[in-house]
């Protein structure tokens, strides 16, 4: 009876750690719902092994990793068969995240670190999600298209532009032209002078954690270069 108990509360702990993500997607599927609740597990498992993310950063991993992550589809909600490339994602944000809440578009993440996309296939498998393809790369020496490109904390613009040049596909699926969504934070007027098609979105309209106050989702379309 005690072990089932505890069990119980256990369970009851994951479920509200996550719960801050169901606050703001009250839609989820339960499938969607339970790989959410995975995630915190995976990692600090994983992390054991192959140490990429703090420990800090584990205890507060619903708010500034998956709850940030997550705030690109606040903006941009990603069609069936649309293909995303997340560029130096890291330990998977903010590409896996997003891969949980679009179940039918491809996510390709990449990272020139070994370990960190080691780890990041290791939460792919553990969650069985299908639709993310992790590669130990460059992202300078990828040669495919994509209908949006991802990234959080990487590079500034200017050098991210250059990296990514010829990576977006011609045609638009949704109304939005395809192109850059980049979360990014803080005073960005010299980073982005000379993009004068960006677009700013301030995620403290839709998050009202403190964390949010600085922090944006900058959308940059791109012109189709053959
Ligand atoms: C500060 S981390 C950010 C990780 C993740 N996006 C996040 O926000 O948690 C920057 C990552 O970008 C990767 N990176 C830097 N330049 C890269 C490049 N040219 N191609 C692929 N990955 C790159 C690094 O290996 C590192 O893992």
Redesign the pocket.
């Given at each position: 009876m005690i072990m089932e108990m505890l069990t119980f509360a256990k369970t009851l702990i994951k479920y509200m750690k996550a719960d801050i993500i169901f606050k703001y997607f009250p839609d989820l599927t339960e499938e969607q719902k339970q790989h959410f609740i995975q995630l915190e597990a995976l990692y600090a498992d994983w992390n054991q092994k192959i140490n990429v993310v703090s420990r800090k950063d584990i205890d507060e991993i619903y708010l500034r990793?998956v709850l940030h992550s997550t705030g690109i589809a606040k903006f941009q909600q990603f069609l069936p068969g649309t293909t995303v490339l997340d560029?130096?994602?890291?330990?998977g944000?903010p590409g896996i995240p997003l891969a949980i809440l679009f179940p039918e578009t491809q996510f390709t993440l990449?990272?020139?670190?070994g370990k960190?996309i080691k780890v990041v296939q290791h939460v792919v498998d553990g969650l069985g999600l299908t639709n993310v393809t992790a590669k130990h790369m460059?992202?300078?020496d990828l040669d495919a298209k994509f209908d949006f490109i991802v990234?959080?904390?990487?590079?500034a613009m200017p050098t991210f532009v250059r990296?990514i040049k010829g990576r977006i596909k011609k045609e638009s699926l949704h109304e939005r032209r395809n192109g850059i969504l980049y979360l990014k934070g803080g005073d960005l007027s010299e980073e982005l002078k000379d993009y004068k098609t960006t677009e700013i979105y301030n995620l403290s309209d839709h998050f009202s954690e403190d964390f949010f106050e600085t922090k944006k989702v900058v959308y940059l379309p791109l012109k189709y270069k053959g």
């Open positions: 990793h560029v130096g994602t890291g330990g944000f990449v990272d020139a670190i960190k460059r992202v300078e990234s959080r904390a990487v590079a990296w």
